[in-house]
């Protein structure tokens, strides 16, 4: 007798008669559509995973999965041509002497198993392996041993391959293409004497120079270095006509996603679009001239010019273009110039923005318009200066706002430099102007000492406002505060900018080495001495706000000493500090959005419009928005103009002071004042007015 429950698609079935046996079996009934069948791996339904064995003179299993596109996915490849397995065992105690019977019967095997081997990524893995085995056992490598690694590898990198190598290339571990090259830049280093050998692929130079060195190295690819000084060294290149289809595209920005996953990029937005060369050379070179002919011409965005970063990725490996600089494209043929020696090629990007005239513009127009901006605050402030600074509250006040515009006009100055020694070619009138690091470094520190200064007295305002606040009954003198706000708004940004040229000037990372002249961000991270200071700034400006704005709501009612022109002088910094640190911190944070999405066009015109415009958002918050400012403005300025036109005619005089009339009613009007007359102590008919503001 069987008794059977059905649940959720799941049946138990339990065996009761003879009572001395009972068994239970769960049948899974799944009602799912098969979408995959093959031969290979079988049904399946979305998501399910099959394992196969290997077919004959392959050894191993490889895995599927079943995608909603009705076909099945490798995702794991562990089928080895059987002859590759076995060299693979031999070569874990592979010894010097053995090398050149080994890699003639490995390049043997290669070629007699070619179309096996193109179409098994774990092949091509196993390969790579063995070679990389070579390359650590070697002593010397002879041209009969390096001529059969290059038709072992010549076979692994051509077009047939290129699949399997796009496998490979998923792995977030171990990267073969990397190996692969890593490899050859360790044998390489082994070679001895004169070598010329190539294969349909591979093209293999080795030779000593003096001074310098120029050669046509294939009819795609040539080399220039200039004068170094050095004698007898030799230099090793290798060009790979076709390792575009081995080395993954991906760069420094590129995300690893899941490589199980079905939406696996393979490779960026990015394409090789060049020979790969290696260059190895056992000395250092500060100037290396490339020339690249394209593979694709129809691809029209602009080139860069990297190396491959063995270190990048967890020493996974990426293109970077870390101290090489593109110089031109003339006729499909790229020209780039680097300061070391690795792999290079050319990585033409699909959503690297093209150069938008739009940033430009808002650049030098908003700069322009901030620099006014900033001689103007500093001409009102020197107008009302003796007027407005009796406490030592407002006298802080307008110290902080005076340093403040002076620093970012400074800084805008340095920008202004900047943009000259990036730009001047005069002293290499013949080709791209590249930046020369010493003036690069000069403008650089102080553009980074004073955007610092201008945040550092930002955070003046806010001690200011807090000491204010929070220490009511406390007194400080004019001479200690200035002592305390000269300290916090210089020194501290000094030690920040000495720290950082010392930490990374030694090895050239203090600035960037290609397309800008600022602080280093791919090598050292030397931005982040900006970045971290600046936004602390605001998050701490913030806080003193919420602090502040806390204690006045909780004192309003009771008795309250301090005086008008000092109450006045803290609404005035309040509201300066809550309206700048918002937008400074906006801005910055833009800043950050640059860093984060570098292709991000609306980003980087929006961190344009906003940085370019500080001064003048210093100008009116800071000062414009201060009623006492505009009242002594309104009072000197027609003093000032009638002064002036008493040389003039008097209906000339009259005319120019009933303009003045019209200006000063428009802004009564916006202010109300209580006017009073001041005695006149020279006599004269005039009159002068004060202004005072409710």
């Avoid at 592979?94 to 003639?104: A, V």
């Avoid at 390359?135 to 699949?163: C, E, P, R, Y």
């Avoid at 406390?474 to 200690?480: A, E, N, R, V």
């Avoid at 980087?604 to 940085?611: D, E, L, T, W």
Wanted: net charge neutral; proline share 3%; glycine share 4%.
């Amino acid at each position: 007798m069987q008794s059977c429950s059905h649940s959720n698609k799941q049946f138990t079935c339990k065996v009761t008669e003879p009572e001395a046996f009972q068994a239970t079996t769960t049948l899974n009934i799944f009602t799912d559509p098969i979408v995959c069948n093959n031969t290979e791996y079988g049904t399946g339904r979305m998501g399910d995973k099959a394992t196969t064995m290997c077919a004959e003179g392959l050894k191993g299993y490889k895995s599927a999965v079943c995608l909603e596109s009705t076909v099945w996915k490798l995702v794991e490849d562990f089928c080895i041509v059987t002859k590759i397995n076995e060299l693979l065992i031999d070569s874990v105690d592979l010894k010097e002497e053995e090398i050149q019977t080994f890699t003639t019967n490995l390049s043997k095997a290669v070629k007699e198993e070619e179309q096996e081997i193109t179409k098994s990524s774990a092949t091509i893995s196993a390969i790579v392996n063995i070679l990389h085995i070579i390359a650590s056992v070697s002593v010397d490598v002879s041209d009969g041993v390096m001529q059969n690694i290059l038709n072992t590898v010549d076979v692994i990198i051509g077009d047939d391959a290129k699949d399997s190598w796009d496998f490979l290339n998923t792995n977030q571990i171990q990267n073969s293409s990397s190996e692969l090259l890593g490899s050859f830049e360790t044998i390489s280093d082994k070679i001895n004497g004169n070598v010329a050998l190539h294969t349909r692929r591979i093209k293999l130079y080795r030779t000593k120079f003096n001074n310098s060195f120029s050669k046509e190295l294939t009819s795609n690819v040539s080399i220039n270095i200039p004068d170094t000084g050095l004698n007898d060294i030799y230099i090793t290149t290798i060009v790979f006509s076709t390792l575009h289809n081995v080395m993954p595209s991906r760069n420094s920005s590129f995300e690893f996603t899941d490589s199980n996953s079905t939406s696996n990029k393979t490779k960026p937005d990015n394409t090789i679009n060049a020979a790969v060369l290696l260059v190895k050379l056992n000395e250092t070179i500060q100037n290396i001239t490339l020339s690249y002919q394209k593979l694709n011409t129809t691809l029209e965005l602009d080139p860069q010019c990297v190396f491959w970063n063995f270190k990048l990725f967890d020493k996974v490996g990426a293109w970077d273009d870390e101290g090489c600089e593109f110089v031109s494209d003339i006729n499909y043929t790229v020209i780039c110039t680097c300061n070391h020696l690795t792999s290079f090629s050319i990585l033409m990007s699909t959503d690297i923005p093209e150069s938008i005239l739009l940033l430009d513009v808002i650049t030098y127009i908003g700069v322009g318009i901030s620099m006014v901006s900033l001689l103007i605050c500093l001409i009102i402030e020197g107008i009302v200066w003796r007027a407005l600074t009796i406490n030592s509250t407002a006298f802080m006040r307008h110290v902080a706002i005076v340093n403040t515009a002076l620093s970012l006009l400074i800084a805008d100055i340095c920008f202004i430099i900047w943009a000259s020694i990036a730009n001047n070619p005069k002293d290499n009138p013949n080709k791209d102007y590249i930046v020369p690091i010493g003036r690069c470094s000069a403008a650089t520190f102080f553009m980074h000492f004073f955007y610092l200064a201008m945040f550092f007295w930002m955070f003046v305002s806010s001690l200011l406002l807090l000491y204010r606040t929070v220490m009511v009954f406390s007194q400080m003198s004019k001479w200690t505060m200035l002592t305390i706000g000269l300290t916090v708004g210089y020194v501290c940004p000094l030690i920040i900018a000495v720290t950082t040229v010392a930490a990374t000037a030694p090895d050239n990372g203090y600035v960037r080495q290609d397309q800008v002249c600022w602080l280093n961000w791919m090598k050292t991270k030397a931005l982040l001495a900006l970045v971290i200071p600046a936004l602390t700034i605001v998050v701490f400006n913030i806080l003193v706000i919420i602090v502040v704005l806390y204690k006045m709501l909780t004192r309003r009612g009771s008795g309250n000493t301090v005086q008008a022109d000092e109450k006045h002088a803290l609404a005035v910094i309040l509201r300066c500090v809550a309206i700048l640190t918002p937008l400074f911190g906006l801005t910055w944070s833009l800043g950050i959005g640059t860093m984060v999405e570098p292709k991000n066009k609306r980003i980087h015109i929006a961190f344009a419009f906003f940085n370019s415009l500080q001064g003048f958002f210093i100008l009116v918050f800071g000062t414009l928005f201060d009623s006492k400012i505009r009242s002594l403005v309104l009072q000197r300025v027609p003093a000032l103009v009638s002064a002036s036109n008493r040389t003039k005619s008097t209906s000339a005089g009259i005319s120019s002071l009933r303009g003045l009339n019209i200006i000063c009613r428009f802004w009564r009007r916006r202010n109300v004042y209580h006017v009073s007359p001041v005695p006149n102590s020279s006599g004269n008919t005039e009159s002068s007015m004060l202004f005072t503001n409710i």
